[in-house]
Nanobody
Framework: VQLQASGGGLVQPGGSLRLSCAAS????????MGWFRQAPGKEREFVGT????????YVSDSVKGRFTVSRDNAKTTVYLQMINLKSEDMAVYYC????????????????????WGQGTEVTVSS
């Protein structure tokens, strides 16, 4: 599975961005995609993902109410809609894919994801 993230850029505090991640290659239903981010000097952290059946979305507490994950009907492109961006949201955002065999408690662990995109940088600054 190859993942290509896009949509990052410079935005003012309080602004919005939508990130996209397109999957190619073995884009069958055995993989579920998610978003992580990594700020300079910090660990890569979970941002959002979907349940195995796609019926539920999960986002981290730090972005709840501001970030939304969604995907297209073909499930080959996922989106991260970000509103009310803050300086602490500045990071490189990565999309990743995990096997559908991964249990719920491991959705938030970066080690559960087998494939990673190249990342797209989000800068929040006035």
């Amino acid at each position: 599975v190859q993942l290509q993230a896009s949509g990052g850029g410079l935005v003012q505090p309080g602004g919005s961005l939508r990130l996209s991640c397109a999957a190619s290659g073995r884009t069958d239903r055995r993989y579920i995609m998610g978003w992580f981010r990594q700020a300079p000097g910090k660990e890569r952290e979970f941002v959002g993902t979907f349940s195995r059946d796609g019926g539920r979305t999960y986002v981290s507490d730090s972005v709840k109410g501001r970030f939304t994950v969604s995907r297209d009907n073909a499930k080959t492109t996922v989106y991260l809609q970000m509103i009310n961006l803050k300086s602490e949201d500045m990071a490189v955002y990565y999309c990743a894919a995990r096997s559908t065999r991964i249990i719920t408690s491991s959705y938030f662990d970066k080690d559960s994801y087998d494939y990673w995109g190249q990342g797209t940088e989000v800068t929040v600054s006035s």
